[in-house]
């Protein structure tokens, strides 16, 4: 994070804990429909035109370690199978033989020298290329060449990888802006991955994802945790470009030591100022939520698993020095950080199954946002924008009052 970066944030902390109402200007915000949460129909142009234009977190290079290494990724809603090349290279392809359409692959991972489909099995080389058809001379005219399986854009940053099924889509480095650089010196290539599980929340997933936006909530669910070690008065709202956004929430003075949060795990990098003294925490549109740690931390990925039910998965990153035990469990110490993590989001998520059925009840007709709360909003405001406020029923729409509170791209960040 560069210089600049870092006095604004404290700039904006300082005024946070002085201020005694919204900043000068900062508009009203129309509540935000109900329907959103639990109209099929705006569900299904979530699914038709939402997901299959955003860029979207699916693995991380560890899982996919040496040549041949293969991952099923199905979260976006399609069948997607990630495979690292003889080249080195990992390519994203929709799980689906050029045949007749069954899966090329069944297992959930694994390495191959080449990809097999069970069903007819025809061969297919790990960049793709039909390699080999069974009783090949029954096919007229057939153009092996014209058959390999079907790409999809597939882009790394750091270690993380992302796949996006639009080929229209600006590439994942000017999608995310400015984010990248703002961790350049958390050195995020050298991460480990640590671990991953999953849990369902019986909720809409923008519902889900919005219980980690704000800390309004902080001193009222997270009293006998979170609340001990931060100062939610403090915290400091960022709307970046994309509708990604960043909350910097201020760590309380009397638990930092010489500047630092206390830790018995080694911190990675070159951290800067403000990954040190406040919890700093980003969401990567639409659904990626993390916690930042300079020891360790968390993905948040919330994804629709139908309107009203969300499947939330939590990677576990540590640093270069992070080894499992020899069996491959964790160490003693990251199960203990575990725990602890998903005590806090036992307390994140206790409310949400409720919310949904309030949502569908017919009492509840909109969300009203105070400032705290803007980062909704602004997650709101770029789901329309991708999706296309024309096919968006006007009663359904999030009218967009917050471009002018979004912040400027720094000169090299476009």
């Known amino acids: 994070m560069d210089q600049a970066t870092t006095e604004r944030i404290k700039r904006e902390i300082e005024f946070e804990f002085g201020r005694t109402e919204p900043p000068e200007g900062f508009p009203s915000l129309p509540d935000i429909p109900a329907q959103r949460y639990i109209d099929p129909g705006f569900f299904d142009l979530e699914r038709r035109l939402l997901w299959p234009r955003a ?6 290079v560890g899982q996919l370690p040496e040549p041949g290494s293969f991952l099923l990724w199905e ?80 882009e790394t940053w ?39 599980y999953s849990l369902h929340l019986e909720c809409n997933w923008k519902a889900s994802v919005e219980a980690f936006l704000e800390v309004y909530h902080l001193k009222h669910i997270h009293a006998d945790t979170v609340d001990k070690f931060l100062d939610h008065r403090g915290a400091a709202m960022g709307l970046l470009p994309g509708g990604h956004s960043r909350m910097a929430t201020p760590v309380r003075p009397e638990i930092l030591v010489d500047g630092n949060v206390p ?47 969300t499947r939330l998965d939590v990677l576990w990153f540590g640093g270069p020095d992070y080894e499992p035990e020899e069996d491959g469990s964790l160490p ?15 307390e ?20 009203p946002l105070n400032y705290q709360e803007r980062r909704l909003y602004h997650l709101h405001e770029q789901i329309d924008r991708t ?23 720094a000169e090299g960040d476009a």
């Open 55 to 60: 860029w979207l977190f699916a693995a991380h």
């Open 75 to 154: 979260a976006s809603g399609v069948p997607v199978l990630l495979v690292r090349g003889e080249d080195e290279r990992i390519r994203a392809f929709f799980n689906t033989c050029r045949h007749r359409g069954a899966p090329v692959v069944r297992e959930p991972c694994g390495r191959a020298r080449r990809l097999r489909c069970h069903y007819h099995s025809w061969v297919y080389d790990l960049d793709g290329s039909l390699h080999a058809v069974p009783d090949e001379r029954d096919f007229v005219a057939l153009e092996k060449a014209q058959r390999g399986l079907i790409e999809l854009r597939c």
């Open 158 to 196: 750091g270690g993380w990888i992302f796949v996006n099924r639009d080929a229209e889509a600006p590439a994942l480095a000017t999608a995310i802006g400015p984010v990248p650089a703002e961790l350049e010196d958390l050195e995020v290539d050298k991460l480990r991955f640590v671990t991953s």
């Open 263 to 309: 830790s018995p795990f080694s911190s990675f990098g070159r951290p800067g100022e403000i990954p040190r003294i406040t919890n700093l925490a980003y969401n990567l549109f639409p659904n990626l939520v993390t916690p930042l740690d300079i020891t360790g931390f968390p993905f948040l990925l919330f994804w629709p698993l139908d309107i009203r039910t």
């Open 332 to 346: 003693v110490l990251w199960q203990k950080r575990k725990a602890a993590f998903d005590l806090v989001l036992d």
């Open 348 to 367: 994140d998520t206790e409310n949400l199954a409720a919310i949904q059925k309030s949502l569908e009840s017919g009492g509840f007709r909109g969300i």
């Open 387 to 409: 999706m296309g406020i024309d096919d968006i029923p006007a009663t359904m729409r999030v009218q967009p009052r917050l471009v002018d509170w979004v912040e400027p791209v």
